[in-house]
């Protein structure tokens, strides 16, 4: 499932309000010193797409969020190739550019769209972008694939490039990470339903994800998702 920006901000006040400077309320504690970041397992982030990055730049930063307000390591963002990387890194330097103070993220008023603008450009600040080949992969133990999919449909596209299960499977295969990394995450939008759901309740998504009778597999054939495909 994509990181819901609005959802996770939600959560975060109900839970999360941390004690600012000068004993105001900072809505977020903001990580600037990534040596101060406690470290956990490493987890990484695959990109697959070589060119047209800067439409996913969004999709790629907003993962790191839920991490930036927990002040947590970010994950490390892995291309395939550098063009990938230069043509990410090109698309966030207007992001990287974006200033906003502290004291503008305190007190009860403060917008979630400049909490959101400034978490944002706050992960473009401190994500390690590398090519995939400049990592030792054994030093991960967790890799997420990004990109945008849909129901029942064994295709991811990322950036201008469209990959299919096949295409997935190589790219996994050729890069060590099949061979390496055992947890292999896919967080492409609706990667593990059969079906769309109606709503995002647990009966719906269940009920998007259940095998049908025979009489249903007969009219529309059997249903599969990015993730039974792959699984097989």
């Known amino acids: ?82 063009n990938a990387k230069k043509c990410f890194e090109e698309s966030i330097k207007d992001i990287k550019r974006i200033h906003i103070e502290n004291k503008h993220l305190m007190g009860p008023k403060v917008s979630s769209d400049l909490i959101v603008e400034a978490l944002v450009s706050d992960a473009a600040k401190i994500q390690k972008n590398v090519v995939i080949n400049e990592l030792d992969l054994t030093e991960y133990t967790k890799v997420y694939v990004l990109g945008h999919g849909s129901a029942g449909v064994g295709v991811i596209k990322s950036g201008d490039q469209y990959f299919n299960v096949e295409d997935i499977v190589n790219l996994l295969e050729k890069n060590g990470i099949l061979s390496t990394i055992k947890d292999i995450r896919f967080v492409s939008c609706q990667s593990a339903d059969k079906r769309a759901p109606v709503s995002m309740s647990d009966k719906d998504i269940q009920e998007a994800n259940c095998d049908k009778g025979m009489l249903h597999r007969a009219i529309f054939g059997k249903e599969n998702s990015l993730i039974d495909l792959i699984s097989n």
């Open 1 to 82: 499932m994509p990181i819901s920006l609005t959802g996770c901000l939600k959560q975060y006040f109900i839970t999360n309000t941390l004690s600012g400077d000068c004993g105001d309320n900072l809505i977020v504690k903001r990580i600037t010193n990534l040596e101060s970041v406690p470290k956990n397992t490493k987890s990484l982030m695959l990109v697959l797409g070589s060119s047209g990055l800067g439409k996913d730049r969004l999709n790629i930063l907003g993962q790191q969020l839920p991490r930036v307000l927990k002040r947590k390591d970010p994950y490390t963002a892995a291309f395939l190739n550098d």
